[in-house]
């Protein structure tokens, strides 16, 4: 039950970097609120190695480090498959249904170098969490993946539905969107046995969305260098689905080596 813990240190801090940014401008509150996600970054990190007497190093994989090769080609692939969900999307409704917004972005280029750098630490505090910590908690109850699937993802999407795109899209078809992302961030580590491909692909893809391929009324503000004109999230349920799959497969194929295929509970109890 340590999570509720770290859920709610990081439900406090940020609660208390929403009340202090108050009407700051929009780089500062950028920066603050990607910071807020360190307690969920650290939390986890600190319980493991304190509390169960575990290294912190074996929530990312068995090795206690990250191997960047595997984060970097996480994130090539992840990109190449948004470029090209954008590509079929405008072949599909036609150029016009993106914009480019040069104006806006070069007047925020402050928050855009913010997104760059501190993301990566939301993102990557978002995945030692829950398919870090969560997942290997969950992961001793029970080794069938797809119920590991699905409650993470669950858990995935609960904090989420305070975003914006809850009202853009609608809460259905949101919520089915972050349980696809949970859904695919999660069989990535029960696959590798690490948090590096789903690092690697969370991570690009925040990036992304909030600095060059962007869409109105989401939790990322519309500063991107390119704006689709609407959020169509049927269509990108549709589109990650299938990026999904084949981020899957390229990733993992020719995985053999039977350490690197250890479910959470075959992986928590290795470093217990």
Same mark, same amino acid.
């Given at each position: 039950m340590y999570y509720i813990l770290i859920v709610f240190t990081w439900m406090v801090?940020?609660?208390v970097i929403v009340?202090?940014?108050?009407?700051s401008a929009t780089s500062v509150q950028?920066?603050?609120? %990607?910071?807020? &996600?360190?307690?969920?970054l650290v939390m986890p990190l600190v319980v493991t190695r304190v509390l169960h007497g575990r290294p912190a190093g074996t929530l990312v994989r068995p090795a206690q480090r990250l191997n960047w090769g595997r984060i970097g080609r996480a994130m090539l692939v992840w990109a190449g498959l948004m470029i090209a969900a954008v590509i079929a999307e405008m072949l599909w409704k036609g150029l016009s249904s993106y914009r480019?917004?040069?104006?806006? &972005? %070069?007047?925020? %280029?402050a928050t855009i170098f913010i997104y760059v750098f501190l993301i990566p630490i939301q993102a990557t505090a978002e995945e030692v969490f829950f398919r870090g910590y969560l997942l290997e908690a969950t992961g001793r109850l029970t080794r069938n993946w797809v119920v590991l699937g699905i409650i993470n993802s669950l858990f995935f999407t609960l904090p989420h539905l305070s975003n914006p795109e809850v009202e853009t899209a609608g809460i259905v078809l949101a919520g089915l969107n972050w349980l696809a992302s949970g859904m695919f961030y999660t069989l990535l580590t029960l696959r590798s046995g690490s948090l590096d491909y789903a690092i690697g692909a969370h991570v690009i893809n925040n990036v992304l969305s909030a600095t060059l391929i962007g869409y109105p009324g989401g939790a990322l503000g519309e500063i991107a260098l390119v704006m689709a004109k609407e959020l169509d999230a049927a269509f990108g349920l549709v589109t990650f689905v299938m990026a999904s799959v084949i981020a899957y497969v390229a990733l993992t194929r020719g995985t053999t080596d039977a350490s690197t295929q250890l479910t959470a509970a075959q992986r928590a109890?290795?470093?217990s």
């Open positions: 801090i940020t609660a009340v202090a940014v108050g009407s950028a920066a603050l609120t %990607l910071l807020g &996600f360190l307690p969920m480019l917004n040069v104006d806006n &972005f %070069l007047s925020n %280029l109890e290795a470093a």
